[in-house]
């Protein structure tokens, strides 16, 4: 079964850095569009990022544009979100989303907790 | 900046019908954006119910459906079960770049 598992998330000052990592199983990693997708405490959802299967393409949504990157290794079936310049308003929960076609995010994961907090 | 709105906040009777609208402040929405809704409980992760405004899944319950109606996109629940209580989202998509409605708390009361 599709499974997609978040890790790296914590608590971290802010101006400092952070990378999240979704480790993909149960389909052909290499063969997805994948996005990251947070949602702040109490808050409504919040696209970040989207990298095509082969990494040629990634988009950012203009609230990390500069800060965030997005990348993949699909030897290791894992996407990363690289986060720099953390800020207080970047606490959320990320979610990793499993995308066919550029058109629709089917299989999501159970989210990793970022606080960014001094 | 774009935005992209859905009413904030619905009620709705056990065994009754509701429609949720989402709608962009760049103009009409088209299958080209690929309107997408989920559903999100307390807790959980968003659920996938539609994909191009009008396709289900396998697991989307029957009594769930998607339109395009006059440039905006719409979910229909017909039949609404109390476990249908929860917030829903619509997603539009602008040339690689995804934006998220903010949400539909729907109640069922």
């Known amino acids: 079964q599709v499974q997609l598992v978040e890790s790296g998330g914590g608590v971290v000052q802010p101006g400092r850095s952070l990378t999240l990592s979704c480790v993909a199983s149960?389909?052909?990693?290499?063969?997805?569009?994948m996005h990251w997708v947070r949602q702040a405490p109490g808050k409504g959802l919040e696209w970040v990022a989207v990298?095509?299967?082969?990494?040629?393409?990634?988009y950012y949504a203009e609230s990390v544009k500069g800060r965030f990157t997005i990348t993949r290794d699909n030897s290791k079936n894992t996407l990363y979100l690289q986060m720099n310049s953390l800020r207080a308003e970047d606490t959320a929960i990320y979610y990793c989303?499993?995308?066919?076609?550029?058109?629709?995010?089917?299989?999501w994961g159970q989210g990793a907790l970022v606080t960014v907090s001094s | 900046q774009t935005v992209v709105a859905q009413e904030p906040s619905l009620t709705v009777s056990p065994g009754g019908t509701v429609t949720l609208t989402c709608v962009s402040s760049?103009?009409?929405?088209?299958?080209?954006?690929?309107p997408n809704w989920f559903q999100q409980r307390p807790g959980q992760p968003p659920r996938a119910l539609i994909f191009?405004?009008?396709n289900k899944y396998y697991w989307t319950p029957a009594r769930f459906s998607g339109s395009l109606l006059g440039g905006k996109a719409a979910l229909t629940l017909s039949g609404v079960q109390p476990e249908d209580e929860a917030e829903y989202y619509c997603?539009?998509?602008?040339?690689?770049?995804?934006?998220f409605g903010g949400g539909t708390k729907l109640t069922v009361l």
């Open positions: 191009d405004a009008t």
């Open positions: 990298l095509s299967h082969d990494s040629s393409r990634a």
């Open positions: 989303a499993r995308d066919v076609n550029w058109q629709l995010f089917d299989y």
């Open positions: 997603l539009v998509c602008y040339g690689g770049v995804w934006m």
């Open positions: 760049i103009g009409a929405l088209t299958i080209d954006n690929h």
């Open positions: 149960g389909f052909t990693f290499s063969s997805y569009v």
